[in-house]
Nanobody, 126 residues
């Protein structure tokens, strides 16, 4: 069993930055073998893809809405993934989830992910 715990969310103003973390625990052996991703869900909307990173961090993919503002990274030695969010906008307000992709390749579809965290709230005021 793998547990994923997100942290770093909060209430910020437009233009501010936040850094989210996703710490894996439990059966983390092989963490470095898996791709990881971030998704978000705004109130009343469907969950949407934000960013993904390959097993070794060499490949990344971003939703068009966050490209150039968000950066995904990972530290396999710490079994932790990050999402640096800059120039935040009110439309970034959502619950952010991290998830594990059991393949090593990046993916943007939620069905490609098997373990999910509980989420962390990000609220951006205008």
């Amino acid at each position: 069993q793998v547990q994923l715990v997100e942290s770093g969310g909060g209430l910020v103003q437009t233009g501010d930055s936040l850094r989210l973390s996703c710490a894996a625990s439990g059966r983390t052996v092989g963490f470095s073998m898996y791709a990881m991703g971030w998704f978000r869900q705004a109130q009343g909307k469907e969950r949407e893809f934000v960013a993904a990173i390959s097993w070794n961090g060499a490949n990344t993919n971003y939703a068009d809405s966050v490209k150039g503002r968000f950066t995904i990274s990972r530290d396999n030695a710490k079994t932790t993934m990050y999402l640096q969010m800059n120039t935040l906008k009110p439309e970034d307000t959502a619950v952010y989830y991290c998830a594990r992709n059991p393949t090593g390749r990046i993916g943007a579809q939620s069905v490609q992910y098997d373990y999910w965290g509980q989420g962390t709230q990000v609220t951006v005021s205008s």
